[in-house]
Structure formats: structure tokens, C-alpha cells
């Protein structure tokens, strides 16, 4: 697996922390079950959506969810790489082959409740697929086998395919990449998204400098699981 796959790989690091968050507010976001086919997408490419996209789907397995993350972007598929997939069959193969969604599921062994669709061979329209009766009906059925269904779709600045799957979805969110995403296409995107009446869950901040916050955040948590035990060590001390 990829190495941005911090919370598989570090779980008890600060950034992996975020993640979880990220996770608890859309927890409360859901409280009547009703965002359960959540679109990923971005204003622009490289701003982190599928790294984001990823991470969470893992915090969402770890709590015990289970999890069904879709590759939507058909034009420039990454989930494949980013979880070391096979993707000679996906979603293309069901929509256009009416392959058996059996056939094309990746079960990750290292994390039970996880299980992923790649995208599969690029099609000449990945509108047209997203836009088909077919991409409605499985959305419909992940949704009744899947406690929550990720899906990462293309930059919604760069192609209408986010703005089309957003409007077959129950939320969107939106990855904005700090000190680089530029504010102009932020609104942009928020326009785009609002044109399709997409409801949009919230805003995620990749790429940010954590060494102030996060880090500050994460001592202070390590600092008050072993409060007791060091107020404890200072008292032997002083006694000697």
C-alpha cells in the first residue's frame, strides 16, 4: 500500500487523529443514516481528494463500518496504485459488460470492513457512464449493502463528472489543499456543486502544517492518558 496511507500505517500518528475527526463529524452528520453515498471530489487536480478519500475510508473500517469505496474518476484512476490493486476489470466492466459486481470487488484483507471497486479500462465518455441508468442502480445497491459508500470523483472545476455523481449522491465532500488551492476556484466548485443541488456535507483542509496544531494536540492527548503515572514518577522523587 501507499505510503499516504497514514492511517493504516500510523493510526496513532496526529494526522491519522484528523482523519478520525473528519470521521466523527460526519458521524453526526448522519445520525438518521441518510448520507450514506458520500462523493470525494476536489476544485482541482493534486489537491488531495483520493489520499483523503482513502484515509477516511479506513478510520470509517477501523470503527468497525462497513465500507465500500468506489473509483469514479475514469479518467485518471488512482486507487488502484494507492491500494496496489489490480485494475484490469472495475467499474467500467459493470456499467458497460453488465459484469457481475462480484467479479470486480477487491476484499483488503489487512483491513476487514473495507472493500474497493478501481475504475477499470478508461471509457471514451466517463459522463455518459456516470450519467447511466446502471451507475443509479448500483449506487442504490451499495447503499442497502454498505453502511457507507465512498466514492472519488474527477476535480469538479475540470469535467461535469463530480457534478453529475453529486446529484445521484446523498453528500459531497470538498478537499481543499491549504496554500494551494486557489479561493476563486473554492467558490467555484461550491457553485458548481449548489447548480446540481449536490448537499454538501462539509469542507476537508488537506495538506496542512501540523506541527503547531496537530502535534500540540496529539502530546497534550499522550500527556493525558499517562498524567496520572508521571504525577506519580514526580512524587517518588521528591520523596527520595
Known sequence: MADNLI???????????SYRMVRTNLHYLNIDNKNK???VTSSNPGEGKTTTMANLAITMSQAGQKVLLVECDLRKPRVHKTFDLDN???LVNVIVENKSVRDVIHKIDSIPNL??????PIPPDPAELLQ???MKELIDKF???YDVVLFDAPPVCSVTDAAILSNLVDGVILVVASGE???????LAKKLLQKV????????LSKADISKTGGYYYHYYEYGEDATTKKHKKRKHKRK
Not at 7 to 17: A, G, H, L, R, V
Not at 181 to 187: G, V
Not at 197 to 204: S, T, Y
Request: hydrophobic share 40%; net charge neutral; charged share 20%.
Open 115 to 120: 472493500n474497493i471497486i478501481t475504475a477499470g
Open 197 to 204: 443541488h449536490a448537499n454538501i456535507l462539509g469542507v476537508v
Open 7 to 17: 492511517t493504516f500505517k500510523e493510526p496513532k500518528s496526529p494526522i491519522s487523529e
Open 88 to 90: 484490469n476489470m472495475g
Open 181 to 187: 488551492t486557489n479561493i476563486e476556484s473554492a467558490k
Open 143 to 145: 447503499k442497502n449493502e
Open 37 to 39: 453515498a458520500i462523493v
Open 132 to 134: 447511466s441508468t446502471m
